[in-house]
C-alpha cells in the first residue's frame, strides 16, 4: 500500500520505493528523511514556511511535463538567519537520494564561507539523513557508495575562480539530474555565473539555486531580480516572518537605521539596496507611501485604468488603476498577445468600475488598443515620446507623467506594499538635456544597467497622462420617517 504523507511513516520503516515514488518532490522527501519532532529537532515539526515553499516551486517544476527538463532557476533573496543553509542541504541531499548518478556542485562567495559556514550546516543535516550510510562523507565531496558509480553519483564542494569559473559547472549529465548551488550568491564573479549557465542546456533536470542577501544593486545576483527575472523563480523573505528568527536582533537593526534604510532593506527586509543617488523618485518617498499612507476621500474622484503593454519577450504587461490618492495594481502579465491583454483589460475595468482606460500605443500595445476599439470601448492611446504639456520642463510625455507621479508620491499616496513597484518607481534614473529639460532613462538603458523594464511604474505614471472632471455628487433623496436613524432597523 503506498503511503503519500512522509510523517505516517517512522524511521524504522524506511522505504526506499517511498523516495523513488517521490523523486521529484522535494518536499516530501525533506518532510520524510529528517526526524521532526525528535532529538536535535524536538522543536521543529518540519521545514520552515518559505523553505517548504521554495521546495515546493522545485516540485511543481519537475512534475510539470513542459517544464521539467528546462532550467529551474530560483534566486532566493533574505534577510540574517533564516535557515538558508538548511534548505541548501535539504535540496542537495534530495537531490543525490532520489536519482541514480545526479551530479551536485555546491559553492559560496569565498572559500571561507563555503568551509567554515555552508559545509558545517549541510553536514549536521547529512548526519540526520534517514538514508545517510547510501553515502560516504568526504573532506569536500558526498559520493555514492554504489560500486562503480563514485565518480558519476556525487556532490562537490567548490572554491571558485575566476581564472577557471568552469571548474564549479562542467556538468553535462544527460538524462538525470544536476542541481548548482550557490551560497551568498551576490558576491559571486560573473564569470562564474556564466560558466553555469552553459550547464542550463541538454536533457537533464537542471536545477540552480542562489540564495544570499542582496548586497549590491547590480551584479547577476540582482539580475536575477530584474533584467533576468522573467528566467527565475523569485522568494525575497524577510527575516521578521520567518519562524525562530531573532526578533530582537532584527528589530535591534530597525531602531538603529530606520525601515528603509539600505542596512534594513538588505540583513532584515531581504530587498536590493537603494539605487543610484540621481533616481528620479527617492526610496524614502516611495517606502513611506509603500508602508504607511492610507488614503482618505477617494471614493469620489475618478478611476483611471491604465494598461502598459509588454514591448520585448522578457517584459511583462501590467494592469492598474489610480483613484484620487490610491493606487492598486489588479494584473502582472506574461506570455499573452495582444488580443488577451485587451481582453483582461476590458474585464477590469468592468469589474473595477473605472471611468476611463489609457493604453501604452507604443510597439505592440497597438494592437492592444486596436482591439479595445474593436470591441466598442473607448481608450485613450498613449505615446510616451509625444509633446509634453510643459515643454519647458520636460523632454517629453513620459517624463512629464513620471514627474506628476512623482509629485503625486511626495504629496502622499496609498500605493500598496508591492516590493516590484517600489523597485520600478525607484529604478530609472534622469538627466538634463541640453535644452535644460529633464529627461527620463530609457528602458534600453536601464537594461544595460541590469535592471528590468519597469512596466509597474509605468503603468502608474501612465494614469497621470489624462485628466477628468470629479464624479458628480448625488442628491440625496428626502428621508421619510420610516427611514430615520430613530425607528430604522439598521441604526
Known amino acids: 500500500m503506498a503511503v503519500t504523507d512522509p510523517l505516517q511513516i517512522s524511521g524504522t520503516d524506511f522505504d526506499i520505493e517511498q523516495i523513488g515514488a517521490h523523486s521529484r518532490d522535494p518536499l516530501w522527501y525533506t518532510r520524510y528523511a529528517y526526524p521532526w519532532g525528535n532529538g536535535e529537532l524536538k ?33 532566493i533573496a533574505s534577510g540574517h538567519d533564516i535557515g538558508k543553509t538548511a534548505l541548501m542541504a535539504f535540496v542537495s541531499q534530495w537531490g543525490l537520494s532520489s536519482c541514480a548518478d545526479a551530479r551536485i ?6 572559500g571561507q564561507q563555503l568551509k567554515t559556514r555552508t559545509m558545517p550546516e549541510m553536514a549536521k543535516w ?39 569559473p568552469q571548474a564549479v559547472a562542467g556538468l553535462h549529465n544527460e538524462g538525470k539530474r544536476i542541481v548548482i548551488i550557490f551560497d551568498e550568491a551576490s558576491t559571486i564573479a560573473d564569470k562564474v555565473w556564466d560558466a ?14 542562489a540564495f544570499g542577501q542582496p548586497e549590491r544593486v547590480d551584479g547577476r545576483f540582482a539580475e536575477c531580480f530584474g533584467r533576468f527575472k522573467n528566467l527565475w523563480y523569485h522568494h525575497q523573505i524577510d527575516s521578521r516572518t520567518v519562524e525562530g528568527a531573532d526578533l530582537d536582533w532584527c528589530q535591534s537593526v530597525v531602531d538603529r537605521w530606520g525601515e528603509d534604510h539600505d542596512i534594513t532593506r538588505v540583513r532584515v527586509r531581504g530587498e536590493l539596496p537603494r539605487s ?25 474622484l475618478p478611476k483611471i485604468l491604465a494598461v502598459d503593454v509588454a514591448r520585448f519577450g522578457d517584459d511583462q504587461s501590467v494592469i492598474g488603476w489610480r483613484q484620487g ?60 515620446a509625444a509633446a509634453p504639456n510643459d515643454p519647458a520642463m520636460y523632454a517629453n510625455k513620459r517624463t512629464e507623467c513620471w514627474g506628476l507621479c512623482r509629485d503625486w508620491l511626495q504629496a502622499g499616496a496609498e500605493i ?5 513597484l517600489e523597485a520600478d518607481l525607484t529604478g530609472p534614473q534622469y538627466a538634463i538635456n541640453s535644452k535644460q529639460q529633464i529627461q527620463l532613462e530609457r528602458k534600453e538603458d536601464m537594461k544595460k544597467r541590469g535592471l528590468a523594464s519597469p512596466d509597474c511604474g509605468d503603468m502608474l505614471a501612465m494614469t497621470f497622462a489624462v ?16 427611514e430615520s436613524r430613530e425607528q430604522s432597523w439598521m441604526a
Open 416 to 420: 500598496g506594499d508591492d516590493p516590484e
Open 43 to 75: 522543536n521543529s515539526p518540519g521545514p520552515r514556511k518559505f523553505q517548504q515553499q521554495v521546495l515546493a516551486t522545485i516540485r511543481d517544476h519537475l512534475q510539470n511535463p513542459g517544464t521539467r527538463f528546462k532550467p529551474c532557476r530560483v534566486a
Open 276 to 300: 543610484s543617488l540621481n533616481q528620479f523618485i527617492d526610496s524614502e518617498t516611495v517606502g513611506r507611501c509603500r508602508r504607511e499612507y492610507k488614503a482618505r476621500g477617494y471614493e469620489s
Open 196 to 209: 553555469v549557465e552553459g550547464t542550463m542546456s541538454g536533457h537533464a533536470e537542471k536545477i540552480w539555486l
Open 126 to 164: 547529512a548526519r540526520m539523513m534517514i538514508n545517510r550510510d547510501w553515502f560516504e562523507f568526504r573532506t569536500e565531496s558526498v559520493i555514492s557508495r554504489q560500486p562503480t558509480h563514485e565518480q558519476t553519483w556525487r556532490m562537490d564542494f567548490i572554491t571558485w575562480s575566476e581564472d577557471n
Open 467 to 482: 485628466k477628468m472632471q470629479a464624479k458628480p455628487r448625488e442628491t440625496p433623496r428626502p428621508q421619510y420617517q420610516s
Open 325 to 384: 490618492r490610491k493606487a492598486k495594481i489588479c494584473a502582472k502579465l506574461r506570455g499573452l498577445d495582444t488580443v488577451q491583454v485587451a481582453e483582461r483589460a476590458i474585464e477590469i475595468k468592468q469589474r473595477e468600475q473605472c471611468d476611463a482606460m489609457i493604453i501604452d500605443g507604443d510597439g505592440l500595445g497597438a494592437g492592444t488598443v486596436d482591439q479595445v476599439r474593436f470591441r466598442g470601448f473607448q481608450c485613450f492611446e498613449f505615446h510616451g
Open 105 to 110: 556542485n555546491v559553492t559560496a562567495g569565498t
